[in-house]
């Protein structure tokens, strides 16, 4: 497990915009995949990009295909990882964690179960 330091969330009107980031720092990665995922109250952890070592394959939930944007930058013994979230609604509203330490291989969308490495979470509350 690696820790993962998020930022970026904040309250934001429909129709607006956020980009959360996530680093991870302290080892080599390699072709593993990262995520978000995120849990609004009352519902359980949800899956919402993933994104693979290369960038290659990206996965999104249906709900977001179109207004959020995965990306990740590699670097030697650090990682970033960013969701830039467009066209925001009030159904978005949630924690939003940042996973690494996922599948080697990004062939479909990933569950929370295939995570080891999980952030803290930042609230995202998007208002009517």
């Known amino acids: 497990q690696v820790p993962l330091v998020e930022s970026g969330g904040g309250l934001v009107k429909a129709g607006g915009s956020l980009r959360l980031s996530c680093a991870a720092s302290?080892?080599?990665?390699?072709?593993?995949?990262m995520g978000w995922f995120r849990q609004a109250p009352g519902k359980e952890r949800e899956f919402v990009a993933a994104?693979?070592?290369?960038?290659?394959?990206?996965?999104?939930a249906d709900s977001v295909k179109g207004r959020f944007t995965i990306s990740r930058e590699n670097a030697k013994m650090k990682v970033y990882l960013h969701l830039q979230m467009n066209s925001l609604k009030p159904e978005d509203t949630a924690i939003y964690y940042c996973?690494?330490?996922?599948?080697?291989?990004?062939?479909?969308?990933?569950?929370?179960?295939?995570?080891?490495?999980w952030g803290q979470g930042t609230q995202v509350t998007v208002s009517s």
């Open positions: 996973a690494a330490d996922g599948p080697l291989t990004l062939m479909r969308p990933p569950t929370a179960a295939e995570f080891a490495s």
């Open positions: 302290g080892r080599t990665f390699s072709d593993d995949t």
């Open positions: 994104v693979s070592w290369s960038g290659v394959n990206i996965y999104y």
